[in-house]
């Protein structure tokens, strides 16, 4: 509901945001310290961030008929 269709680059932030977050879980239980943890989580959004500044926001506007 938060997207009025779902295609190729929502389910690229989607899976990579995924990934960033369970890389910092990963983390967690393998040792790595908690501050080094939340350093890597907030990287999550950033991903997001990221993909819309080089892709542009080509795939969010569309035009009102």
Do not use: H, K, N
């Not at 945001?17 to 943890?37: E, F, K, M, W």
């Not at 950033?46 to 506007?61: D, H, I, P, S, W």
Request: net charge positive; hydrophobic share 55%.
């Amino acid at each position: 509901f938060l997207v009025r269709r779902f295609d190729s680059m929502d389910a690229w932030l989607l899976v990579s945001s995924a990934a960033v977050a369970t890389l910092a879980a990963l983390a967690t239980l393998s040792g790595v310290s908690t501050a080094a943890c939340l350093r890597a989580l907030v990287l999550a959004p950033a991903v997001t961030v990221l993909a819309y500044e080089l892709r542009g926001c080509e795939q969010t506007v569309t035009p009102r008929q």
